[in-house]
């Protein structure tokens, strides 16, 4: 796809395609976690705290590297910024 994706649109679009699965491969490594350690409440309950954590600095870390700013102060490319930034 990024091979050939032509338009800002087809950037867009693929690169949102690679962050879902990136984050669906993510998703499957936790839940394979949590089901292995399920015996350990300790264990699970850091992880989940860590996991929550590690979410609210990546929004902030996009926070910081795109500020908030009016409409289309980005252009077309923020989708794909987001995307990418995350998925690799």
């Not at 867009?12 to 962050?19: E, K």
């Not at 590690?54 to 700013?69: G, K, S, T």
Request: with cysteine; net charge negative.
């Amino acid at each position: 796809c990024k091979d050939t994706a032509m338009t800002q649109t087809d950037m867009n679009v693929c690169s949102g395609s690679d962050f879902q699965k990136a984050d669906a491969q993510l998703h499957a490594v936790y839940q394979s976690v949590l089901s292995k350690h399920r015996g350990d409440k300790a264990f699970i309950q850091n992880l989940q705290t860590a996991q929550r954590a590690w979410l609210a600095w990546r929004d902030a870390e996009m926070r910081d590297i795109f500020p908030d700013r009016e409409p289309g102060y980005y252009g077309s490319v923020l989708p794909m910024c987001w995307a990418v930034d995350w998925s690799n």
